[in-house]
């Protein structure tokens, strides 16, 4: 049984037929399996007023005790009822495609092609048809490693376990479906619990929950600072925890990913996934857990939205301090101005601070007052390191690189280390990481 291989329309790179009325590409693992399919060339007949003239129905969501599991019907395509609508239907361009991937629910995948008949009075470019590669990947390297939580669809919890000869202290958690695309109307809870002096590390290593397009770039990156900011038919992630008997929210991620790291203040973290978008339901996200000891690890700030549950007193007074404290940066800014750009973890809003590089030589404490509030003396007073970079203008472009502390070597715990970049008021700073690895690295 071969376990990857190309599939092509008939007469490649030739251009395909027409009148074509069902040319089946079935494709079938074992039970234990999925398939994935890539396309690397699709070049059909583009749509007229949006609907395909040729087009490839693509079916992923079948089930495996379907009557086209049996091998003694796989040849009898009158005998299989493709009347239910697809999964997918793919006509024009690959260029047009939201992706290039795609996997089956279960070890079963099929595609439909059709073609129509030349239309008279139109004439069409070369239209080669589409080759693809398809694989089969094992089901189990997608579950989740917590405990599904009876009478939902995708509520899951993961514990820190204790074991006789083994302690589970980290795992993988993925969207439904995932590597395939979650399905649309769903919501979603995963629970993480630690020991009392735990700490729980999120590591998302994808995130896909919007069309994939060419301008997906750090420049284009949709923020989700708030509930509010996100659009009303937009699919979205929330990570949250009990703080002081609140509920404080660390991230919201509303867009395309990769590589984000959380980290809770406490020993219990909510995550939720909320799916709500009519029009495309993304692959969703992949991520790992890992349950670390609190001096390990620095947490991650809370967004400031969250002020907004406190009492209206209380409010009233942190927004009165925040305040007080911008107008202390914007005093600083009647000379040569210099903006340094700081963003917390979860893509949350960019906020802007001018300074005059002289009053922050002589302010050692300057970037303490936002951290203030969530971390405690004994944890500000642990290694704090501070490294201020500071651009000498365009003439001499400043670049360079930049490494945790003892780099190579594992850096030491309870650290805090702040790099600063100084550009000059023409300019922007790009931070470029070439490798990244926080937390348990023995796993």
Request: contains cysteine.
């Amino acid at each position: 049984m071969y376990k990857s291989g190309i599939f092509k329309t008939p007469n490649y790179p030739k251009n395909y037929q027409y009148e074509l009325n069902c040319l089946l590409y079935y494709f079938h693992g074992l039970s234990n399996e999925l398939v994935k399919i890539t396309f690397t060339t699709f070049n059909l007949r583009k749509p007229i007023e949006k609907k395909c003239i040729d087009y490839l129905d693509m079916f992923t969501t079948i089930e495996s005790n379907n009557q086209m599991a049996k091998h003694s019907n796989l040849m009898n395509i009158s005998s299989i009822n493709y009347s239910r609508p697809a999964d997918y239907r793919l006509c024009g361009d690959l260029n047009d495609f939201p992706q290039n991937d795609f996997y089956s629910i279960s070890s079963i995948l099929l595609l439909i092609f059709h073609t129509a008949s030349k239309i008279p009075g139109i004439k069409y470019h070369q239209q080669m048809g589409f080759i693809g590669q398809f694989t089969f990947d094992l089901k189990s390297n997608y579950q989740n490693n917590g405990k599904h939580k009876e009478n939902t669809f995708c509520d899951y919890e993961f514990h820190y376990n204790k074991l006789l000869n083994n302690t589970i202290k980290y795992g993988n958690f993925f969207s439904p479906f995932y590597p395939s695309n979650y399905p649309p109307n769903i919501k979603c809870r995963f629970i993480f619990i630690a020991d009392n002096n735990q700490r729980i590390l999120l590591t998302f290593h994808s995130i896909r929950l919007k069309l994939m397009t060419n301008e997906d770039n750090i420049s284009n990156i949709e923020r989700c600072s708030t509930r509010n900011s996100i659009p009303v038919q937009n699919d979205f992630i929330s990570i949250s925890e009990m703080y002081k008997n609140k509920s404080r929210t660390l991230a919201y991620l509303c867009t395309n990913l990769v590589n984000i790291q959380l980290v809770s203040h406490t020993s219990i973290l909510k995550l939720d996934f909320i799916s709500r978008s009519p029009f495309y339901q993304g692959q969703g996200f992949h991520g790992t857990y890992e349950f670390v000891h609190e001096s390990q690890v620095l947490p991650s700030p809370f967004l400031e939205e969250d002020d907004q549950l406190v009492e209206t007193n209380e409010h009233e007074e942190k927004y009165q301090n925040s305040r007080n404290n911008q107008d202390k940066l914007e005093n600083l800014s009647n000379a040569n101005k210099s903006r340094l750009f700081f963003a917390d973890a979860g893509f949350t809003s960019t906020r802007n601070m001018q300074f005059h590089e002289d009053e922050y030589s002589s302010d050692p404490d300057f970037m303490n007052f936002q951290y203030s509030n969530q971390f405690n003396n004994e944890m500000k007073s642990k290694y704090v390191q501070r490294k201020l970079i500071v651009s000498k203008g365009p003439v001499n472009r400043t670049q360079g690189i930049i490494h945790s502390p003892q780099y190579p070597e594992p850096y030491p715990p309870s650290i805090i280390t702040m790099y600063t970049f100084i550009g000059q008021p023409t300019e922007i700073i790009l931070v470029k990481f070439l490798f990244l690895e926080l937390g348990n690295s023995n796993k």
